[in-house]
């Protein structure tokens, strides 16, 4: 009977142990894709000092027709619809990768 208690509590330790970890890289993982995002629309934001409307695909001198950089298909993405300040972007960013919006 003592046996079976213990054995009982050593796997409900090890059962709380294994949510933990789990939830530790869930909170980490997005973190680290919120971090990305910022980083993205700010390099973004620097990069597109142009008015919202001129923009284009790099299909310029000495590139293959339809060839892109990731930044610019990124660019085009927040660009789409509507320009939009820096936080909107960042939204729409995140809930594109993610799904999840921080509004």
């Known amino acids: 009977m003592v046996v079976l208690v213990f ?29 990305v995002v910022v980083v993205i629309v700010v390099v973004v934001e620097k990069e597109e000092k142009a008015d919202c409307v001129n923009v284009d695909n790099d299909q310029g001198e000495g590139k293959e027709k339809g060839s892109t950089s990731l930044l610019k298909v990124i660019s085009n993405f927040i660009h789409m619809k509507e320009c939009s300040d820096g936080w909107d972007k960042y939204n729409k960013l995140l809930q594109a990768l993610t799904g999840y919006s921080r509004l």
């Open 7 to 35: 054995v009982l509590v050593v796997l409900v330790v090890v059962v709380v142990v294994v949510v933990a970890v789990v939830l530790v890289v869930v909170v980490v993982v997005v973190v680290v894709v919120e971090v």
